[in-house]
């Protein structure tokens, strides 16, 4: 029974206890306002940006935004831009120039780069049945034209399943200032793959395999004394 508490025993016990006071004061006791351990799968925090107090953040890019930015700014060389989309001298030459002259924002470059991005979102929302997202896109006229034929359609238990697949040509055709009112018409030529559906799921029109090309011609239009930069669809026709 003596042997437990031998000269060696004891020293060992009492170097146990010595190292485990010098840890004790060393690592400190938990208070509870300890840091949480490093989690490697949480969401890092968001950097701040010290100069102004804000998130550090980048916004995404505001249609409006751009838009305003370049009414602030003057048409540059606007005889030479102008003349690039359509014949000096011609009828459609002249009617752009006298939107310019109302607008100064307009340019037909970017115009046109904004009705591919139009044409390809109000064919995909015509599609989907998507009716909030074509309420900004349409004038009233062509927003409830285009809200009857899809009714319509989901009246008869139809559905339409379409691609875009892409925008070969699109060029300014027609163009005109009435009152303060500009209009400017364009030809589209697009590739989509569509197919209209039944109830049982059979193809009633269109080819779900098949690419077709498709020529539109749409009719933009805004109010120059307003402060709205949107142009909306007012006018829609197919080519033949």
Known sequence: MNEIFDPVTLLL?????????????????????????????????????????????????????????????????????????????????????????VDRSFEPEQFLEGVRAAYEMIVMAFAEGDKKALKNLLSRDVYEGFVMAIDEREKRGETIESTFVGIDKAEIVEAALKDSTAQVTVKIHSQLISATRDKAGEVVDGDPAKVSEVVDIWTFARDTSSRDPNWKLVATESAD
């Open 13 to 101: 016990m009492g170097l146990a206890v010595f190292i485990l006071f010098k840890l004790r004061s060393v690592l400190g006791k938990r208070t509870g306002s300890e840091r949480p351990p490093f989690d490697p799968y949480s969401k890092p925090e968001q950097p701040t940006n010290k100069a102004n107090g804000q998130d550090n953040v980048i916004p995404l890019p505001n249609q409006n935004g751009e838009q305003e930015e370049a009414a602030a700014a003057p048409a540059q060389n606007s005889d030479v831009v102008i003349d690039k989309v359509a014949p000096e001298g011609s009828a459609l030459n002249n009617a752009l120039k006298q939107i310019l002259t």
